[in-house]
């Protein structure tokens, strides 16, 4: 189970930390690629990053610069800092995982989701 936080109204110019936390005993955190997405109404899910268990990091181009992701396992969270956020970053963001290496775009690769935590900017 992954379980997103964090999200929440932000001025344009902000800054804001979503966090993930994994439960259960089926999946194995240290060992997983993590990757934050987010989709906006009537738009697609879209991949933002996703990090490795070796801490190898995948960035989308469009968000490059201003959006990282990190992880700790000792904590079983991943996280995505988000910086001089953006009307266009309202959405809703979600965590998913899963336990092959290679960090990749398509969500439906991807086994295990969080529920979302809703991020809106206002200018």
């Known amino acids: 189970q992954l379980v997103e936080s964090g999200g929440g109204t932000v001025q344009a110019g902000d800054s804001l930390r979503l966090s993930c936390v994994a439960s259960?005993?089926?999946?194995?955190?240290?060992?997983?690629?993590m990757a934050w997405f987010r989709q906006a109404p009537g738009e697609e899910r879209e991949f933002l990053a996703g990090?490795?268990?070796?801490?190898?990091?995948t960035v989308n181009p469009p968000v490059e610069g201003r959006f990282m992701i990190y992880r700790s396992n000792a904590k079983k969270s991943v996280y995505l800092q988000m910086n001089r956020l953006e009307r266009e970053d309202t959405a809703v963001y979600y965590c998913?995982?899963?336990?092959?290496?290679?960090?990749?775009?398509?969500?439906?690769?991807?086994?295990?989701w969080g529920q979302g935590t809703q991020v809106t900017v206002s200018s």
């Open positions: 998913a995982g899963k336990s092959s290496t290679p960090i990749v775009f398509r969500s439906t690769d991807y086994t295990y």
């Open positions: 259960g005993g089926d999946f194995d955190f240290s060992d997983s690629t």
């Open positions: 990090i490795n268990f070796a801490g190898g990091v």
